[in-house]
């Protein structure tokens, strides 16, 4: 007697177990990763109870001040602490290939006003039409 094997139907399913465990492994290298790829110097920010900006059109060009009075800026993921002069050369260049970029300055808490205001004057001698100010909620 000869045995016949029975013909098994083929299976038109994708396991999709594989692909949902990459997911959620993204998920949380995303969920790690993020508060990283906001990069600057620290800085103690003033808290004010003031509007947020709308960011979303361009990236913004952020200057920070730290406590020192020494001026950082992100260049290419790296911050380098950077004279007035070439800051203002920078943001002049940013701004004649896109004019709508908004100009960011995180000043320490514990800066002098006067630098803050030298800071910002400088900028606006470079074309910035408006410079912001980035400001801590304050907390309640």
Same mark, same amino acid.
């Given at each position: 007697?000869?045995?016949?094997?029975?013909?098994?139907?083929?299976?038109?399913?994708?396991?999709?177990?594989?692909?949902?465990?990459?997911?959620?492994?993204?998920?949380?290298?995303?969920?790690?990763?993020?508060?990283?790829?906001?990069?600057?110097?620290?800085?103690?920010?003033?808290?004010?109870?003031?509007?947020?900006?709308?960011?979303?059109?361009?990236? =913004?060009?952020?200057?920070?001040?730290?406590?020192?009075?020494?001026?950082?800026?992100?260049?290419?993921?790296?911050?380098?602490?950077?004279?007035?002069?070439?800051?203002?050369?920078?943001?002049?260049?940013?701004?004649?290939?896109? =004019?709508?970029?908004?100009?960011?300055?995180?000043?320490?808490?514990?800066?002098?006003?006067?630098?803050?205001?030298?800071?910002?004057?400088?900028?606006?001698?470079?074309?910035?039409?408006?410079?912001?100010?980035?400001?801590? =909620?304050?907390?309640?």
């Amino acid at each position: 007697m000869k045995h016949r094997k029975a013909k098994r139907k083929l299976v038109a399913e994708i396991n999709v177990v594989p692909y949902i465990d990459v997911t959620l492994v993204l998920l949380v290298v995303f969920m790690i990763t993020a508060p990283l790829l906001m990069q600057g110097v620290k800085v103690e920010l003033p808290d004010a109870d003031s509007a947020p900006m709308d960011t979303k059109e361009q990236e =913004p060009f952020i200057v920070s001040i730290k406590a020192d009075g020494s001026y950082w800026i992100d260049v290419k993921g790296t911050n380098e602490t950077q004279v007035l002069s070439v800051i203002k050369d920078r943001v002049a260049k940013v701004l004649r290939q896109k =004019p709508k970029t908004p100009i960011l300055v995180w000043g320490d808490s514990s800066v002098d006003y006067g630098v803050v205001v030298n800071l910002m004057s400088e900028l606006q001698l470079a074309g910035a039409p408006a410079v912001g100010l980035v400001t801590e =909620p304050p907390s309640r």
